[in-house]
């Protein structure tokens, strides 16, 4: 039972790391197409690095249910700790280390960028695994769990569109905040794939 369940989150740490790379670009490559926006990441804001993981989080534990409900307990609380607790985990670890790093050197590193996805998504699965080889809880209720998943769902699928103007949610291009929020006016200062 728990070799399985630790296959499932090994499972879940490579589709999230793959998935959310490529939602990374895909607004881009879709040349900017707005419905995609509910997915992508749009601008260089933290927020939106958040949601390219949240998605295919979501995705992969809906998946998952239909073939761990029977070995897994508290599935559902379980998985909804880990979409809480990933972003988390990189909010901590990115801004952690920028403490450090802008002040000594101005800027941060793309390879310790990458590494606080890997940070986020360790916690993640650790926290998920730890709660479903737990004997089944009576709390929290299924209808506070319900609750979680529709405000995390409402978040990513709203705050592209009226993000809250915090740092957040402010495009972090080159580590610099630009005053832009959301889907931005221009991009061509942002392209990683130039036009021909």
Do not use: C
Request: net charge positive; aromatic share 22%; hydrophobic share 45%.
């Amino acid at each position: 039972m728990k070799k399985r369940l630790i296959l499932w989150e090994i499972g879940s740490y490579v589709w999230i790391a793959m998935a959310g790379s490529a939602l990374h670009f895909s607004f881009e490559l879709s040349d900017f197409w707005t419905p995609l926006a509910f997915l992508s990441s749009v601008n260089e804001s933290t927020w939106e690095h958040l949601k390219m993981y949240f998605w295919p989080g979501l995705v992969y534990a809906l998946v998952q249910y239909t073939y761990t409900r029977d070995i897994a307990n508290n599935y559902w609380l379980a998985k909804l700790a880990s979409l809480i607790a990933l972003p988390l985990g990189v909010i901590v670890s990115f801004y952690g280390y920028l403490s450090i790093s802008i002040p000594i050197y101005g800027k941060g590193f793309f390879e310790y960028d990458i590494a606080t996805m890997f940070f986020g998504l360790t916690l993640a699965s650790v926290v998920a695994y730890k709660i479903m080889v737990r004997p089944q809880f009576n709390r929290p209720s299924k209808r506070l769990i319900i609750t979680g998943y529709v405000s995390l769902v409402f978040m990513f699928s709203t705050f592209t569109f009226y993000p809250p103007k915090m740092f957040l949610f402010e495009n972090y291009f080159g580590y610099v905040y630009s005053g832009e929020y959301g889907i931005l006016e221009d991009y061509e200062p942002y392209r990683v794939f130039k036009k021909k």
